[in-house]
């Protein structure tokens, strides 16, 4: 294995393979007096014997941030700036939500208009609770909690949630929220969301319905699971349903997510690529036979969830270690590659890969090195600087294809190589090849920086994964170059969205300035993940420590409990 590969690994594993101490919790079961007749009556499927949370002693687990605080403090005054502006951002857009779609799931900041994309239930408002917590906006946090103790969960204005979504944002903004402030209302209303969350569990295999529908639910009609759902969906309850049964000492979310997981422990190494689970699976029947695997758009929330949980556990469930392990060198093996580019930098980037059955039943597999902006959380964070600077626009775009270098050890540039690697994609997209196509044209035409042999999707939906891949970097290793490069991606991404209203997504990230086309369109997650992490990187680093918290898939640190 390389060192560039290893090196991947020591960053994924070293940032949450960490040490909590007993996930035992003072703060006893609240029952709530919302009605619960829509969602938590009768199971169908009850539990014959719930799984109680682990109470061994827990293992000793190396620390994650830099053991040494005068290297992560340095030139930290020079950050006091930097963090205001993260957090004046952020202002703009909560105060521009807060007057133009207050209790909206979203707010369209060129229209000025609300939008209800997640149930209805107030998705910025949820999700944002612990980020003004930890902006020192307490004024703001305590009307938002009021606000949010008024949200009647059985009532929602879309007939369709995905529960997914539902569990890593509105649950973990509400537990993370709770874990800061230790306000009861948070817990209370953590309480009515994970049962009504835990109702979606009711099925034959106890495996969730991830697309719910809540008129049914109000009828009590029955829901199975899906014969096709992603895999990270299905994957992704065990942060928050463990940390709501620490909190309130009721073993049944833990117990829930727990047995999910064990579904994923066990066909683990029985997929097509032994070692990382597929990009859809069938719930219903628990086939996991799909032929592609990614860490990118579809899969990350999933491996994410893996080191934390057993951070979260105290190390007392190996098997998530093992998980995270045995996921990690499969995709060190397979998925990501060193791409070829002008200036030799040595960084590594996570491609898809397919897997075929050849005419003699043997299995081969075939490496497509496109990239995407989510698989920027899995340590790949020098690959995703280079992606952000080689864009005149100083922002990667969602999914864009490179050339994979034969050796990780020696990439000289080819640009005879580059040229006709990029007529070959160009030509891969027409259904006749075109003999004739200029490559020289076609470059200049979508604007091709050298290395990008294409860009499938040429937007930038305000997403978080680069710098919180880099926030992380640092934590861990108190790399101080990181801060600079860290404040160039900020300034380009406020230069190019920032509007009246907030900011906005990017239609197309290599249009040139006076083209620049916006969507109407601000995601909860740039204030909730984006904003969070460039406000904590430059912050100090005992602020939301990464020896005291783990971060769900949503940017929602929760608490990891101490030793008693």
Known sequence: MSR?????????????????????????????????????????????????????????????????PKVSRLNLDRQTTRQSAAKEAFELCWKSYRSLAWGADELAPLSGSPKNMLGGWGATLIDNLDTLWIMGMHDEFKKAVAAVANIKFEYAKCPEINTHDVNVHLLGGLLAAFDLSADQKLLEKSIELGDMLYAAFDTPNRMPVIHWNANKAAHREEQLAEESVLGAELGSFILEFTRLSQITGDPKYFDAAQRVMELFDKKQDATKLAGLWPVSVNAKEELFDDDTFTLGAEASSLYKSLPRAYALLGGKVPMYRKMYENATFTATSHNIFRPMNPEGKEVLLSGTVRVTTTENGNSQTHLESQMQYRSCFAGLTDGCIWAHRVIPLGIMPEAFDVVPCASEINCPWSEWLWKQEVWKKANSLEPEPNPTLKVVNFIKEHRLPKGFIGISDTAYNLRPEAIESMFTLYRISGREDLLDAAWDMFQAMQSATQTKNGNAAIVGVTDKGGELTLKDSMDSMWMSQTLKYFYLMFSSPDMISLDEFVFNAGGHPLKRPKTS
Do not use: N, W
């Not at 709530?32 to 719930?50: F, I, K, N, Q």
């Open 4 to 68: 560039a590969r290893r090196q991947i690994i020591g960053v994924c594993l070293g940032g949450f393979l960490i040490a909590p101490g007993l996930p035992l919790s003072s703060h006893k079961r609240r029952h709530s007096s919302l009605d619960h007749s829509t969602c938590c009556t009768r199971m169908r499927y009850p539990v014959a014997e719930v799984q109680p949370l682990p109470v061994t002693l827990p293992k000793t687990l190396p620390k994650v941030q830099s053991a040494d």
